[in-house]
T-cell receptor, first 118, second 117 residues
Framework: DTEVTQTPKHLVMGMTNKKSLKCEQH?????MYWYKQKAKKPPELMFV???????INESVPSRFSPECPNSSLLNLHLHALQPEDSALYLC?????????????????FGPGTRLTVL | AQKITQTQPGMFVQEKEAVTLDCTYD???????LFWYKQPSSGEMIFLIY??????QNATEGRYSLNFQKARKSANLVISASQLGDSAMYFC??????????????FGTGTRLTIIP
């Protein structure tokens, strides 16, 4: 199984709502990532989890709260978002560091969640 | 700081022709990795090809090859015999090889490739 799944595919929420995005992989990967992508722009890294611990937070506002309950699952909790947070949210996973020198360790991406904040 | 530059915002290519997508990068690191991803209109990022900074041979994956010129800091993607399904946005990305496992990808701005029948 070389697939990263994301739910929901689409989400519309108001600025006072609380919602969560879910990402799952069963490739045994130990690194998982959240990206935000605005239209016609490249993805921007938000968070990285490595071995279920948060290792990178790219100065993301606290209204975005990541969670990694286990090595297969990654959540992004959303609260009090702004309209400018509307974007495609992509999850990715990679094998992670297994020791030794640099190697491919490509990131596998999910199909994304298209989020609209009203 | 790392930087990836893709100077072709859009390209139109006739079906079955070869196409080269340009990518230049800037880094002071000796160890790094270069990736190309394809993003169709559906949104999913699809990994195409990888080149490590210490790899002596240019990478190839099926119809995709990477023209890696280290001294010029370029990593151009070559797609042979283009197909209609190749129409998509293509991103070049670089990974800092010094932070194994916690790997941040720096993406270029992308090239929108359209294949004409």
């Amino acid at each position: 199984d070389t697939e990263v799944t994301q739910t929901p595919k689409h989400l519309v929420m108001g600025m006072t709502n609380k919602k969560s995005l879910k990402c799952e992989q069963h490739m045994g990967h130990r690194a998982m990532y959240w990206y935000k992508q605005k239209a016609k722009k490249p993805p921007e890294l938000m968070f990285v989890y490595s071995y279920e611990k948060l290792s990178i937070n790219e100065s993301v506002p606290s209204r975005f709260s990541p969670e990694c309950p286990n090595s297969s699952l990654l959540n992004l909790h959303l609260h009090a978002l702004q309209p400018e947070d509307s974007a495609l949210y992509l999850c990715a996973s990679s094998a992670g560091w297994l020791g030794g020198g640099p190697r491919r360790n490509e990131q596998f991406f999910g199909p994304g969640t298209r989020l609209t904040v009203l | 700081a790392q930087k990836i530059t893709q100077t072709q915002p859009g390209m139109f290519v006739q079906e079955k022709e070869a196409v080269t997508l340009d990518c230049t990068y800037d880094t002071s690191d000796q160890s790094y990795g270069l990736f190309w991803y394809k993003q169709p209109s559906s949104g999913e990022m699809i990994f195409l090809i990888y080149q490590g900074s210490y790899d002596e041979q240019n990478a190839t994956e099926g119809r995709y090859s990477l023209n890696f010129q280290k001294a010029r800091k370029s990593a151009n993607l070559v797609i042979s015999a283009s197909q209609l399904g190749d129409s998509a946005m293509y991103f070049c990305a670089m990974r800092d090889g010094s932070n194994f496992g916690n790997e941040k990808l720096t993406f270029g701005t992308g090239t929108r490739l359209t294949i004409i029948p």
